[in-house]
């Protein structure tokens, strides 16, 4: 499987954004995706994930992200609202075939890695 993520880009606080990961593989379905995301200097971290049909966030992006799929088109959106200057980091999506729900939030959990986008908030 290989990951395309696009729709990053530069946001004042409040604004919006739709991030797009695009996918290639006839088995894309049988994944599970996430998106994590790197602020310069901390570590990846765990935003959100689409597993079996269930959504998971971190608590901090909760009522203001949206993760969803469209396994016609081959691809997981991240729709994010109402953004925060703490939101600002470079976002990777990533998938997995035998993620359990205890792990979701860990990065070697997930096999293929997209290139990431910037995401950057204004204040």
């Known amino acids: 499987v290989q990951l395309q993520a696009s729709g990053g880009g530069l946001v004042q606080a409040g604004g919006s954004l739709r991030l797009s990961c695009a996918a290639s593989?006839?088995?894309?379905?049988?994944?599970?995706v996430g998106w994590f995301r790197q602020a310069p200097g901390k570590e990846r971290e765990f935003v959100a994930v689409?597993?079996?049909?269930?959504?998971y966030y971190r608590d901090s992006v909760k009522g203001r992200f949206t993760i969803s799929r469209d396994n016609v088109k081959n691809s997981v959106n991240l729709e994010m609202n109402n953004l925060k200057p703490e939101d600002t980091a470079v976002y990777y999506c990533?998938?997995?075939?035998?993620?359990?729900?205890?792990?979701?939030?860990?990065?070697?959990?997930?096999?293929?890695w997209g290139q990431g986008t910037q995401v950057t908030v204004s204040s």
């Open positions: 990533a998938a997995s075939r035998g993620l359990i729900t205890s792990s979701i939030r860990l990065v070697n959990q997930y096999d293929y």
């Open positions: 593989g006839r088995t894309f379905s049988r994944y599970h």
């Open positions: 689409i597993k079996s049909g269930n959504t």
